[in-house]
Structure formats: structure tokens, C-alpha cells
């Protein structure tokens, strides 16, 4: 006689079938499509690998918590920041703030202010977009801000050029309020299945006419910039005006679940795949091993520990030459006179090239070290 498999709901043991109807309160997909269902990468905004605070930001990047991106054209100038704060009972404990330092309240045509996080196109078949099948989206997260009015969501599809906005309201100043949006199917325009970007989820703050001046694309079309935020409110309409962010969930379907909090092991990994920064907390810690192949130089290689999107085509470091030394047998250990360099690699290593002005001896092994605590190696793949 076959056995039948239970699963635990939250609250009590159901049996396990394709199809679980209440799975803690709520109307479920098929279980296999439950796990991993956040398109969203580090949406609790708890992975910074590269800063957890950067000032006098007046250009878009990838500054802080991993996977997200500030883009401002122009529009003020603004602290980056991840905080110790989120809302009470949530179960997160980090957030992404944006805080304006120089103000802009009347924003060239040009100007924008953008947080967004660009999404791989192989991660996206499910939701079937292109198809007569095309599934709807439900993008939930937690918001504050002291600056209350209409805000945008806008969804851009990179492949196909086209958009999507909805609005939401932030209704009280400084309070955390959590908000759910639902964006139909287009079943024009398939996403590429392939590692390259096919969308964009962005949160707009701010924008001038060039992005304002038409009517808010709330159903799928081609794309038209001026459909894209109009009725945006402007953060940046005064100093210390601020926007924060957490508990992002993406998610196929017309219902926001609870958010899928993962490990923080789990999370990390995703991020890796993107970005990856080693960054030893003591000085004279080791980076990479190799060998010397002149009596100044060495060449060492270093394996990531997830294979990246991409093959990475430089490296990042602190830019100064005496936070890195060389250390080599039977010689003391020697401070490189320039920052390490990018030899060449793949998408799991990286070789890199370690100088300093003599002292080297040629066809043995060598270390690359931290030489203080400022000293670090990183590398992007990001989309």
C-alpha cells in the first residue's frame, strides 16, 4: 500500500499533492513552483559587500547592499546607506536608504533618480512573457520616507524595449508601509534565455520632464520615457529628504506571499555570482597563492567561490600600493609598489599580478598578501 507524504503548512501536517490550496492561510502555486518564487535577488537588503555607507553621490552605481543600483542623472547629490532599521514584527532588520544632501527641486528635463535592480533572462522563463500563457507579476516591499505623495514602480524590458509603470502612495511621513503591486501579462515579447539583462525593476524618486510629461504607461507597451514616472513625487525637492527600502519580493502571479527569507549563506552565493570582494579583517592576511616569474613580479591565482555570471575583466582594489605585499620562500615579506593587477581568468578564477621594486627571487612560490587592513580584491559580472 503506497504511503502518503505530508508536508507542515505552519500550523499543521497536510498531505503533500501538486496542488496545496491552503499552505499557511493563503492560496499557493503548485509546491515546486513555492520555493525560490523571489525573482529578486538580496531583497531584505541584508549583503553589502562593497559599503555600507557611501556620501556625495551624484552618479548612478552599485554602492552598497548587493544587487542594487542608484541611477541619478543630475538630480542632487545623496548618502547611500544601508541601516539597522525596518519595520517592527517584519522579520527584517536591514534596510536601503537614500538620503539627499544638496537638494534639487526643479529638475532639469534630463534629470532622474532611479533605484533599481537589473534581472538575468534565463531567470524569467517563468513567467512565460511573449506566450499566450504570459503570467502577471506582484512586486511587494516595505517603504518609508518624510516625503509623502505618488510614487512609480516601472518595469522595463530590456529585450523587447518595453514598459510597464503602477503607482503607490506613501500615505505617512517617516512610517514604515508595506505595499503590493500587480502587473499584468504581456504576452508580446518574449525575455532571451540567457544570462544577459531582459528586465529592469525600478523604483522611481525623482525625474524631470523627459520621463514625466506623458501619461503612465499602466499597461504593457512599446517604450515612450515620458510614460515612464509621471505624477512621481521628487525626493530631492529638499535636503534630508530621504527614501528607504526593504523586504523587495518579485514574485509570478496576482498575490503577494509572505517574503521567502533565505540564509544568509544562500543569499550570499547569489550575490557572488555578481560581485564578489575578498576583504581579510587583519592586516598581513593571506590573498592568493602563485610564484614569482621575475625578481619583481608574481603571478597569483584565485578561484571565486561561485562561478560568475561572466568572465570578470578587471579587478578592483583600494587603489593604493602599500595595503598589499609579496611574500616569497626565504624572502622577508616585500610591499608591492603598485596595486595588483588583472592578469586575465574565467567565470571561477582570476590570476593576478603582484609588483614590487626588487627583492623577488625568480621561480618560486609567492603569496599576495593584505599588507593592512584597507587592502582588498573584488570583481564584478554585474548585468
Known amino acids: 500500500m503506497a504511503k502518503q507524504a505530508y508536508v507542515y503548512s505552519g500550523t ?23 520555493a525560490h518564487r523571489n525573482l529578486i535577488i538580496n531583497g531584505d537588503m541584508q549583503i553589502a559587500q562593497r559599503a555600507t555607507s557611501v556620501s556625495s553621490v551624484t552618479s548612478g552605481g552599485f554602492l552598497t547592499v548587493d544587487r542594487w543600483n542608484q541611477g541619478i542623472t543630475t538630480q542632487g547629490t545623496w548618502t547611500v546607506s544601508v541601516e539597522n532599521d525596518a519595520p517592527t514584527g517584519s522579520g527584517f532588520r536591514k534596510s536601503h ?74 500615505s505617512a511621513s517617516g512610517t514604515w508601509e508595506y505595499k503590493t503591486i500587480t502587473f499584468p501579462a504581456d504576452t508580446t515579447g518574449a525575455f532571451d534565455n540567457d544570462n544577459n539583462l531582459s528586465l529592469y525593476v525600478i523604483w522611481g524618486l525623482g525625474a524631470g520632464s523627459n520621463m514625466t510629461s506623458g501619461t503612465l504607461a499602466t499597461t504593457w507597451q512599446s517604450a515612450v520615457e515620458a510614460n515612464r514616472y509621471p505624477g512621481q513625487t521628487n525626493v530631492a525637492s529638499a535636503t534630508n529628504n530621504y527614501w528607504q527600502i526593504t523586504g523587495i519580493q ?41 610564484g614569482n616569474y621575475s625578481t619583481t613580479n608574481c603571478r597569483v591565482v584565485l578561484y571565486f567561490p561561485v562561478e560568475m555570471r561572466i568572465a570578470p575583466t578587471a579587478i578592483e582594489t583600494s587603489g593604493t600600493a602599500s595595503d598589499y605585499s609579496v ?35 625568480n621561480n618560486i612560490p609567492a603569496i599576495l598578501n593584505t599588507n593592512s587592513t584597507a587592502g582588498y580584491l573584488g570583481w564584478s559580472a554585474e548585468l
Open 250 to 290: 518579485l514574485e509570478v502571479g496576482a498575490t503577494a506571499t509572505p517574503f521567502e527569507f533565505l540564509p544568509a549563506e544562500t543569499e550570499l552565493i547569489k550575490c557572488q555570482r555578481y560581485y564578489y570582494k575578498l576583504f581579510p579583517a587583519a592586516s598581513s592576511a593571506i590573498l592568493a597563492f602563485g
Open 97 to 170: 536608504k537614500m538620503l539627499c544632501t544638496t537638494a534639487d527641486a526643479s529638475p532639469a528635463a534630463a534629470d532622474n533618480i532611479q533605484f533599481f535592480q537589473p534581472v538575468e533572462g534565463q531567470n524569467l522563463q517563468q513567467i512565460k512573457k511573449g506566450t499566450a500563457a504570459a503570467e502577471q507579476l506582484t512586486v511587494s516591499f516595505w517603504v518609508k520616507s518624510n516625503v509623502t505623495g505618488t510614487y512609480i514602480v516601472n518595469l522595463y524590458d530590456n529585450d523587447n524595449a518595453r514598459i510597464i509603470s503602477k503607482s503607490y502612495t506613501i
Open 12 to 34: 499543521d501536517w497536510v498531505p503533500l499533492a501538486s496542488e496545496v490550496t491552503n499552505l499557511s492561510g493563503y492560496q499557493t502555486k503548485a509546491l515546486n513552483q513555492f
Open 327 to 361: 611574500s616569497s620562500a626565504g624572502v622577508n615579506t616585500v610591499t608591492c609598489n603598485a596595486v595588483p593587477a588583472f592578469n586575465g581568468g574565467a567565470t571561477r578564477f582570476a590570476t593576478i599580478t603582484g609588483s614590487v621594486a626588487s627583492g623577488l627571487t
